[in-house]
């Protein structure tokens, strides 16, 4: 806080999520600017005000609200049909997205030609690591790209493709004849 005599008084404060802080006295004219540090990056703070003016003795306020960094993740199908004709087929498999060492959710997803072979996942905070499986289809190889393991980026969706390809393969006829006695 700047006084009005130009003197300087700083201090800090801590409260918690739906709590209120109240200042020791200051005198009229004097203003505060407030700030918050975050230690672990995931909040956003935003302010009703964050600069006061001490007015007429009167007490003011400021309110800060906390937004939490969020994005998400999203899963690309690429099918190769080995030059097979395509059948009506579905993939599946699960993710679990951990932030630290705290689970921060978990589910299964499924793509096919109906979802254009895309799964979005859900809102997640900043920073979590999302791991993603894929259940084996009987005849068919996966590869990710760029990996199966993606990390959720404030205001973005991450993004990995998987490739399936059919293990095609083919048979061969031979004819042989058998003249008999002739």
Do not use: C, Y
Not at 164 to 169: D, K, Q, R
């Amino acid at each position: 806080a700047t006084l009005p005599d130009n003197s300087t008084d700083e201090g800090t404060w801590e409260v918690a999520h739906g709590q209120t802080w109240t200042s020791g006295s200051l005198p009229t004219g004097s203003t505060v600017v407030l700030t918050e540090t975050t230690d672990s990056g995931l909040w956003t703070p935003g302010w009703s005000s964050s600069n006061l003016t001490i007015e007429g003795g009167g007490d003011v306020s400021a309110t800060v609200t906390n937004t939490l960094k969020v994005g998400t993740f999203e899963i690309t199908k690429v099918v190769d049909w080995s030059g097979v004709t395509p059948t009506d087929v579905e993939f599946s498999g699960t993710w679990a997205a951990t932030l630290g060492s705290t689970s921060v959710g978990s589910g299964d997803w499924t793509v096919n030609a109906g979802n254009d072979w895309t799964f979005t996942g859900p809102t997640l905070p900043a920073g979590a690591t999302v791991a993603l499986t894929e259940n084996t289809v009987s005849g068919w190889t996966a590869t990710w790209s760029p990996s199966d393991s993606l990390t959720i980026v404030d205001g973005q969706k991450a993004a990995t493709t998987v490739t399936n390809t059919l293990a095609a393969g083919s048979f061969e006829v031979r004819k042989a004849i058998d003249f008999g006695d002739a």
